[in-house]
């Protein structure tokens, strides 16, 4: 039996293993239960309805409990199967790694509990392998897709991927769906550019593959939400909002440069005019922060944390508002301004519900916490909704009545 000890995160070649169109990679982390279920499933359906060679490769990475032992027994059983391993968590290193080691045609990757109908996998791959298209990704928010989850994950999705059109120039429909594949020749140029070792890490690809100017196929998919995920949302919530803002940022300020691979055109605003707006950004908010936080110090003394929370927050967001309009986005005069404010009072929703959350959860851990962590944990807060009101000030907020930029 072949196996894998990647513990450098270097892939390492299989022998013994015949080429294949198509790699199909099942990143795991303790999934004892469900991976050999749905590797066998896996397996199956590639016997009897795939009419392309295809290959599995489990991608164990960090595990702690029998999911390797799983992976092994899994490539003991069945030729197509071969298993792998990181010593370190992420499903972004796991699947660079494997990718990385892959001389398959197309390499695509799938959740380990098959949320997405296995019939899509061949619509998914079919353009890549004729050349038609780059990139292929499953959506569950395109026309025809068929889904099955619950109201919160459904409108953080929706929001997120919202917030990454207003942000990054997103065209894509659907970043998180874990159904995608690409073709080997993109992969070798854009995996080194995508740096993520978690979550984000799709979403990164496919904002560099848009950017490089590849062509994006969709697939509508048939997706069942997993009850049993593993999936923490606030910290994931939190990483892919960092995400953002390290690579909008990048790209804004061209310190990650995507190479020209394709035709298609690309999206977003030039590089000078969002290396000036994230100038002018930072500049305000860093004004307002600090007025943000004299202001509370000040109010809490006659008044209770989340009411002088909420108090300081709209006073310094009419004059955020205000201040980016004139010197971030270059709007003068009082055309719009109404306009401009009320949606400004719109993303200070957003954070103030950010961070009443945020001093909700520190007093339900710390029952009588002190000023200074009180601010600390607002500041930290605060941070990740500028991240969203940068996106919402230049996606929505600054927008004309017929959606143009300013």
Not at 214 to 243: F, K, M, N, Q, Y
Not at 393 to 405: I, T
Request: with cysteine; charged share 20%.
């Amino acid at each position: 039996m072949t196996r894998q000890l990647l513990e450098q995160g270097h892939p390492l070649q299989v022998s013994g293993r015949a080429a294949a169109q198509v790699e199909i990679v099942v990143p795991v982390m303790n999934e004892e239960r469900d991976l050999g279920p749905s590797v066998r499933r896996l397996d199956a359906f590639l016997s009897a309805r795939f009419p392309f060679t295809a290959r599995i490769t489990i991608a164990d990475n960090g595990s702690t409990d029998g999911t390797w032992a799983t992976a092994c027994a899994l490539e003991a059983a069945l030729p197509r199967v071969r298993a792998t391993r990181l010593a370190e968590p992420g499903r972004g290193r796991a699947l660079r790694t494997a990718w990385s080691g892959s001389d398959a045609d197309v390499l695509a990757y799938m959740d380990v509990d098959l949320s997405t109908d296995l019939n899509a996998l061949l619509p998914l791959v079919a353009p890549l392998l004729s050349g038609h298209s780059d990139v292929a990704i499953g959506t569950r928010l395109g026309r025809g897709a068929r889904v099955i989850r619950g109201p919160r994950r459904e409108i953080l999705s929706r929001g997120y991927n919202l917030l990454l059109r207003a942000a990054l120039g997103a065209r894509f429909s659907d970043a998180q769906c874990g159904f995608k594949a690409i073709s080997r020749a993109r992969a070798g140029a854009l995996l080194p550019l995508a740096t993520d070792p978690g979550w984000f890490f799709d979403t990164e690809l496919l904002i560099l593959a848009q950017r490089a100017g590849l062509r994006i196929h969709e697939v509508p998919v048939d997706w069942t939400d997993d009850l049993d995920s593993r999936v923490r949302l606030l910290p994931t919530v939190v990483a892919d909002l960092r995400g953002i803002a390290r690579l909008g940022t990048g790209l804004g300020l061209g310190t990650i440069t995507v190479p020209r691979l394709g035709r298609e055109p690309l999206a977003g605003p030039g590089t000078a005019a969002l290396h000036r707006q994230l100038a002018g950004f930072v500049a305000v908010g860093v004004a307002c922060t600090a007025g943000y936080i004299a202001l509370y110090l000040l109010l809490r003394t006659a008044m209770s944390a989340q009411l002088a929370n909420a108090v300081s927050l709209l006073v310094t967001a009419v004059a955020n508002t205000a201040a980016n309009r004139r010197f971030t986005f270059g709007l003068r005069g009082r055309a719009g301004a109404v306009r401009h404010q009320a949606r400004g009072l719109a993303a200070f929703g957003a954070g103030l519900a950010l961070t009443a959350a945020a001093l909700a959860g520190l007093h339900a851990a710390v029952p009588q916490p002190g000023r200074s962590l009180e601010v600390a944990v607002l500041v930290a807060a605060s941070l990740v909704a500028t991240v969203l009101r940068f996106a919402l000030y230049r996606g929505w907020v600054f927008r004309g009545p017929a959606g143009s930029r300013p």
